[in-house]
């Protein structure tokens, strides 16, 4: 079956942008239907200005569709990117995230696998912190946190984070996330959209056997399944 992946981030230079790209290559592999997003950008464009690499990638930014809240309402699950921003999320990320409070209300976020992946200049420059405090999010709208957790070979050799994927960047070069981080990225995409579809088609296969009288037999063979 198909389900529908939303990856809603927020990139100043470019590095979280390319993590998403890879979270949704991987959901993609796995079949489901993707919409890559970012968030607006809030800053002025005099602190875009002074920093080249911000520049650059805010010009070429222009070409990935604006995330809006109809993303959220479409998807089946999702997975955020964000900078760290001293150990929380950056403003613009949790701005747009301030905007769903009409969907939590009408409980259209909740039971929707949920996953989250950043970038910071140091390797312990915050990441974890990062995930965590949207963590605090997810908990608030009743989704269901997907970690990547040490489940693959891809989590360690990207330097074990099992809260999600972080990289680490140069400050002076700006290089992006090195290849073991992308391939952490996409195995998280993957791992979101095969738990996605899992729990669909569980949901289908227990409403069905409700409607037969078999309910118990049938949920208990959806969770021997693997993903």
């Known amino acids: 079956m198909t389900v529908k992946v939303a990856v809603i981030y927020y990139s100043s230079t470019g590095n979280?942008?390319?993590?998403a790209q890879a979270v949704a290559d991987g959901a993609a592999l796995a079949g489901a239907e993707v919409r890559l997003r970012r968030v607006a950008e809030l800053a002025p464009d005099s602190a875009i200005d002074a920093n080249p690499l911000w520049r650059r990638h805010a010009d070429a930014a222009?070409?990935?569709?604006?995330?809006?809240?109809?993303?959220?309402?479409?998807?089946?699950?999702?997975?955020?990117?964000?900078?760290?921003?001293?150990?929380?999320?950056?403003a613009q990320l949790k701005?747009?995230?301030?905007?769903?409070?009409?969907?939590?209300?009408?409980?259209?976020?909740a039971n929707k696998p949920v996953t989250a992946f950043t970038s910071a200049y140091n390797r312990h420059g915050g990441s974890e912190a990062t995930i965590l405090s949207l963590g605090n999010v997810f908990y608030h709208w009743?989704?269901?946190?997907?970690?990547?957790?040490?489940?693959?070979?891809?989590?360690?050799?990207?330097?074990?984070?099992?809260?999600?994927?972080?990289?680490?960047?140069?400050?002076?070069?700006?290089?992006g996330?090195?290849?073991?981080a992308l391939e952490a990225a996409r195995y998280q995409g993957q791992r979101l959209a095969?738990?996605?579809?899992?729990?669909?088609e569980g949901s289908r296969l227990t409403d069905a056997a409700?409607?037969?009288?078999n309910g118990r037999e049938t949920l208990a063979g959806t969770t021997?399944?693997?993903a």
């Open 16 to 19: 979280v942008h390319a993590l």
């Open 62 to 90: 222009t070409a990935i569709a604006q995330a809006s809240i109809e993303d959220l309402a479409w998807a089946d699950a999702f997975a955020f990117g964000t900078p760290t921003r001293f150990g929380t999320p950056a």
């Open 95 to 109: 701005q747009f995230i301030d905007q769903a409070g009409g969907l939590w209300q009408e409980g259209k976020l």
């Open 142 to 175: 009743g989704a269901l946190i997907v970690p990547p957790g040490f489940t693959d070979p891809a989590v360690y050799a990207a330097g074990g984070n099992p809260y999600g994927t972080s990289s680490v960047t140069s400050l002076s070069t700006g290089d």
């Open 177 to 180: 996330p090195d290849a073991a």
């Open 194 to 200: 095969r738990i996605t579809i899992r729990l669909l």
């Open 210 to 213: 409700a409607g037969d009288g």
């Open 224 to 226: 021997s399944q693997t």
